[in-house]
């Protein structure tokens, strides 16, 4: 039977390796996370440019905290007495995590939806995802609720964050 | 310890060829059927992917006498999966593109047959430097096993090959090799994959038999003239005898 000392040394050396693993994330974290924060930011402009148009800007930007995918909105301008809205969307199922900016104009008394943009997709099924749903979608050949399309759950998830952000936006932000 | 004389460059070479991780052992088909719809994509999983079994062989091997044997699995999984969240970070940071492309199989990399398999039956029982070589050869024969398949997919899927500053996936310039409307895009897509490996698998065999073939029909041969070398010899003892 092994011996106390064996097991203490053995926790030991487990836990060592766990605080070296913890550490060198730690560092890879502080190395990189500006960087990844620039990349994120970069892609948001993108999508918006993508969505409104390359004159588009943000005039205000905050965050929201009551929704279950809407966290942050963007209200975009690309003439004076424009009002449009983007939101960033976040959700996950069991086929991994998307985020996605979600862009809104406005059109005689509502939002519409005008355009998606992939911030990040970590769906098992991301490449079909986007080439079969949300590409199309933005095509407006494919409509928001005709999900079959080989990634399924993926694009149900897509459905449900379009269709809260579209709630979202039409309530208002209490301006 | 006396070492084979050329035992290195065996090392480094069984990786690319007799015990190819993909071809010939069969191991990490999952990411090899799901990224391979580009050679860049290949190019970048196969970097990520040998950057990260290199590092956990060389901690694996460094810690081979500290790490006990209950604790061998555990132990192995935490460095295999800090080397994939480094990799995972870095990439996101310098090449956001590429983490976009290949998406969750970069975490995929930690439950990667190959990486956990090299530690046990390699890194644990060999010095840094002949882990280092293991891991090269492995790393750079799994690299390039997804190009191979990556190369048919995208030639019979896309008819065409994109060029471009890499692992931006922005094609500068494309090269059209199936005139357009004669592509098959089924290749692009998992069955596509799995025939385009099934086809590579087949070849390997064939081959493989062949070779095998040959040798038996070698040694068959050698044997009979043996046989006939050692008849030969008998008459003509039993000749002289007379």
Redesign the interface.
């Known amino acids: 039977m092994p011996s106390k000392k064996h097991y203490i040394i053995t926790s030991i050396t487990l836990g060592a390796i766990a605080m070296a693993s913890a550490v060198l994330i730690g560092v890879t974290n502080l190395a990189t996370r500006n960087q990844i924060k620039k990349n994120e930011q970069n892609k948001i402009n993108a999508g918006i440019s993508e969505i409104f148009g390359k004159s588009a800007t943000i005039s205000k930007e905050f965050a929201i905290k009551e929704y279950k995918y809407s966290n942050y909105v963007y209200q975009v301008k690309q003439e004076e007495n424009d009002n449009n809205y983007a939101l960033r969307t976040t959700g996950s199922n069991m086929y991994g995590k998307v985020s996605l900016i979600v862009g809104f104009k406005y059109q005689e008394t509502e939002y519409v939806f005008s355009g998606l943009y992939v911030v990040s997709n970590e769906q098992t099924y991301a490449s079909t995802l986007v080439e079969n749903y949300i590409d199309p979608l933005n095509k407006k050949t494919r409509d928001l609720d005709d999900v079959s399309c080989g990634a399924t759950y993926g694009a149900k998830l897509v459905r449900d964050m379009v269709n809260e952000a579209k709630e979202v936006v039409n309530k208002g932000f209490g301006e | 310890m006396s070492r084979e004389k050329g035992y290195t460059k065996k090392n480094f070479l069984k990786g690319l060829f007799i015990e190819n991780p993909l071809f010939v052992s069969i191991l990490g088909t999952c990411p090899a059927l799901a990224t391979t ?1 580009s050679v860049e994509a290949a190019i970048g999983m196969g970097i990520l992917f040998t950057v990260v079994l290199i590092c956990s062989n060389i901690l694996v091997s460094l ?1 081979r006498k ?3 044997e ?2 061998r699995t ?2 192995y999984i ?2 295999i ?2 080397f994939v ?2 990799v995972k ?2 990439t ?3 090449l ?1 593109e590429l983490y ?1 492309t290949l ?2 199989f970069i ?1 995929l990399i930690v439950v990667n047959c190959i990486v956990l398999g090299r530690a046990e039956a390699y890194a644990s029982k060999n010095n840094v430097f002949d882990s280092l070589i293991d891991a090269l050869g492995m790393g750079l024969g799994y690299t390039l096993a997804l190009i191979a398949m990556a190369f048919f997919r995208e030639l019979l899927g896309t008819g065409a090959f994109s060029f471009g500053k890499i692992f931006t996936f922005i094609p500068a310039f494309k090269l059209q090799i199936i005139p357009k409307g004669y592509e098959i895009s089924m290749f692009q897509n998992p069955a596509g994959a799995f025939i385009v490996f099934a086809i590579i698998l087949g070849v390997i065999a064939f081959i493989k038999n062949r070779k095998d073939e040959l040798k038996l029909n070698k040694a068959k041969q050698e044997r009979i003239r043996k046989e006939q070398e050692a008849k030969l010899a008998a008459a003509k003892e039993t000749g002289g005898n007379q």
């Open positions: 719809k810690l500290i790490i006990s209950e604790i555990p132990a935490v460095i999966a800090t969240t480094i970070m870095a996101n940071a310098f956001p976009s998406g969750v975490s």
